[in-house]
């Protein structure tokens, strides 16, 4: 019976001159399942199909699996209504509540998110909701 690796018989020497018995050339297995899909036909390149999906679907099943961490603050956030004068600004608001060295993009995407806009454009009288401070 020939040798097989991964399932995949070997045939030919493929030892590397001066290499330990066993040892094969570089790239000879990828050589070796070339050979055997084109002698296997359409059974042998089904069967590679059925393995490289399962590995796929087995990979995208861990990541599902795997527990992630929830951006949102770990106790519940106290806000207040405030309503939009003239001249404010979403990110006027944001530098004045971002602590120091922070990111004041990140606060204004948080401040979207929270009230739900479209954008950070505001208009005078309109409702938004703000931490408490």
Partial sequence: MGRHVFGVPMVGNNVAPGAESGSVKRGAFLSHVAVWL?????????????????????????????????????????????????GDTLWAYAASITPEGGD?????????????????SLIPGQRIIVPAE
Avoid at 44 to 51: I, M, P, Q
């Fill in 104 to 120: 004041v993009s990140r606060t204004v995407r948080e401040l979207i998110d929270l009230n739900e806009l479209d954008s950070a």
């Fill in 38 to 86: 084109r002698e296997s036909g359409e059974a042998g390149r089904s069967k590679l199909l059925a393995v490289v999906l399962s590995v796929v679907v087995v990979c995208l099943g861990l990541g599902w699996l795997t527990p992630s961490n929830a951006d949102s603050a770990t106790e519940p956030m106290r806000v207040v209504s405030y309503t939009v004068q003239p």
